[in-house]
């Protein structure tokens, strides 16, 4: 069963370039969520998606940032126009549907690396 | 506002001993947390969690602590070992939602 898989995991953009970050969730998984960490911070919330759905997106830039889980194919991340501030770790993760089927743990992926030159 | 706040932002502990890690938090609707590990380049992964009904949890070398009236819990992993050096993130959740907090985390150091 394979994990969280994200691509790409480091991108190089130039300022006002446009990032697109893929999540393919684990098998089974119908949530996902994005996280930001930037350097020497901890992790902070971006967005929770179902599929075809954005159900929290409180923690989403109301700029240039925008996310969408399709109802095939991977969910993406989508940073329009970058600045040097948006270097950062991006971290997707999923969950099943069900907390109350398992531990209620959010699995990660390894995280896509964006630097913005 | 940091609803979920780690204030030691690294500790050292000895091979053998105990490491304590810390995480304090306000919103008294968090009713499940969670404690991950997150290695260098790597994505966090999944330690071990406690619901508000529960003030303990253990899990081998780790166990978590719940103190719902002062709104704090903390990691407990004995015997501390060098494989265990990371950063710990405890992160917290209320029923119903599914927007998972994080702390800034805590980065462990066991020395050999």
């Known amino acids: 069963n394979a994990g969280v898989m994200q691509n790409p995991r480091h991108l190089v953009r130039r300022r006002g370039q446009e990032a697109r970050l893929r999540c393919s969730p684990m098998?089974?998984?119908?949530?996902v969520y994005w996280y930001r960490q930037l350097p020497e911070e901890g992790l902070k919330f971006m967005v929770y998606l179902q599929k075809e759905n954005i159900i929290d997106e409180s923690g989403m830039p109301k700029e240039r940032f925008s996310a969408e889980f399709p109802k095939e194919g991977p969910s993406i991340l989508r940073i329009q126009q970058v600045v040097r501030g948006d270097s950062a770790a991006y971290f997707c993760a999923s969950s099943p549907p069900s907390r109350a089927a398992n531990t209620g743990e959010l699995f990660f992926g390894e995280g896509s690396r964006l630097t913005v030159l | 506002d940091q609803q979920v706040k780690q204030n030691s932002p690294s500790l050292s502990v000895q091979e053998g001993r105990i490491s304590i890690l810390n995480c304090d938090y306000t919103n008294s609707m968090f009713d499940y947390f969670l404690w991950y590990k997150k290695y260098p380049a790597e994505g966090p992964t999944f330690l071990i969690s406690i619901s508000s009904i529960k003030d303990k949890n253990e899990d081998g070398r780790f166990t978590v602590f719940l103190n719902k009236s002062a709104k704090h819990l903390s990691l407990h992993i004995v015997p501390s070992q060098p494989g265990d050096s990371a950063v710990y993130f405890c992160a917290a959740l209320s029923s119903g939602t599914y927007k998972y907090i994080f702390g800034t985390g805590t980065r462990l150091k066991v020395l050999a």
């Open positions: 098998k089974g998984h119908s949530h």
